[in-house]
């Protein structure tokens, strides 16, 4: 089941809805770097280019998977 969150990001509020499992992985990832959830998805952000921002989010999930993180 898809959950949606939102954000602030570069002062616009934007919505994001990804699996619970995937929500999960980036708040470990965003506690392991001493972030908050949104200073994180900030961070992704920032880096994504032109990819949508979800696809970014579970792409970062997927690294720390793999341990490319």
Request: glycine share 8%; proline share 0%.
């Given at each position: 089941m898809l959950k949606k969150?939102?954000?602030s990001l570069s002062r616009h509020r934007t919505s994001v809805a990804l699996e619970e499992e995937f929500?999960?992985?980036l708040e470990q990832l965003a506690e392991k770097r001493g972030k908050s959830l949104s200073a994180y998805v900030t961070e992704i952000d920032k880096k994504r280019g032109a990819r949508p921002l979800a696809s970014a989010l579970r792409l970062a999930?997927?690294?720390a998977a793999?341990?490319?993180d």
């Open positions: 969150r939102s954000f929500w999960a992985v999930a997927l690294a793999r341990g490319q």
